[in-house]
T-cell receptor, first 115, second 114 residues
Framework: DTAVSQTPKYLVTQMGNDKSIKCEQNLGHDTMYWYKQDSKKFLKIMFSYNNKELIINETVPNRFSPKSPDKAHLNLHINSLELGDSAVYFC??????????????FGPGTRLLVL | AQKVTQAQTEISVVEKEDVTLDCVYETRDTTYYLFWYKQPPSGELVFLIRRNSFDEQNEISGRYSWNFQKSTSSFNFTITASQVVDSAVYFCAMVSGGSYIPTFGRGTSLIVHP
């Protein structure tokens, strides 16, 4: 059984388009996250939700909007895609929040390429 | 401010060698949490270990061991008798108790040759 799943796995699109990435976790965790990993493998947190409430918004452009319909899902919508958005996006979840050292379990990643 | 430094960008070893991956962290908080993650060539991120700042006991899990030393602000990771399947990028990360924001190191790419 997949613990944290993301769809799609690969996403190739044109500049200016709008796209969404879906994330679901079946671990019963209360907190979910989105990370961006750039071409140099640097990992940076983008958002964190706890029980559908936004906890972290780490200076991400307004074009990125997370949506949490329930605590098992955290989707990422990106408007007006730019070349610099090309990266691997990881979803993660944890039972405890980061301030309490919650262990994060990551999804397989979505490889986004903007042409 | 938090900082995690993995000074080794890439390490290359031959199978069965022991290898240590270094991680040095900086924080002013007394409560913090340290993590190691593995990212194999397939791309997923795999959790390896979590340590809190009040637990300095070293940990061993099979061929993997971790040495946490607050005196040197280090949380090093050793693989004994390395195998080709250990080839991956390994990330050290930290979250301070006063922050919700995790800081990841730049990663160390480990290549194990047969």
């Amino acid at each position: 059984d997949t613990a944290v799943s993301q769809t799609p796995k690969y996403l190739v699109t044109q500049m200016g388009n709008d796209k969404s990435i879906k994330c679901e976790q079946n671990l019963g965790h209360d907190t979910m996250y989105w990370y961006k990993q750039d071409s140099k493998k640097f990992l940076k947190i983008m958002f964190s939700y706890n029980n559908k409430e936004l906890i972290i918004n780490e200076t991400v452009p307004n074009r990125f909007s997370p949506k949490s319909p329930d605590k098992a899902h955290l989707n990422l919508h990106i408007n007006s895609l730019e070349l610099g958005d090309s990266a691997v996006y990881f979803c993660a979840s944890s039972q405890e929040g980061l301030a309490r050292g919650g262990t994060q379990y990551f999804g397989p990643g979505t490889r986004l390429l903007v042409l | 401010a938090q900082k995690v430094t993995q000074a080794q960008t890439e390490i290359s070893v031959v199978e069965k060698e022991d290898v240590t991956l270094d991680c040095v962290y900086e924080t002013r908080d007394t409560t913090y949490y340290l993590f190691w993650y593995k990212q194999p060539p397939s791309g997923e991120l795999v959790f390896l270990i979590r340590r809190n700042s009040f637990d300095e006991q070293n940990e061993i899990s099979g061929r993997y061991s971790w040495n946490f030393q607050k005196s040197t602000s280090s949380f090093n990771f050793t693989i004994t008798a390395s195998q080709v399947v250990d080839s991956a990028v390994y990330f050290c990360a930290m979250v301070s108790g006063g922050s919700y924001i995790p800081t990841f190191g730049r990663g160390t790419s480990l290549i194990v040759h047969p």
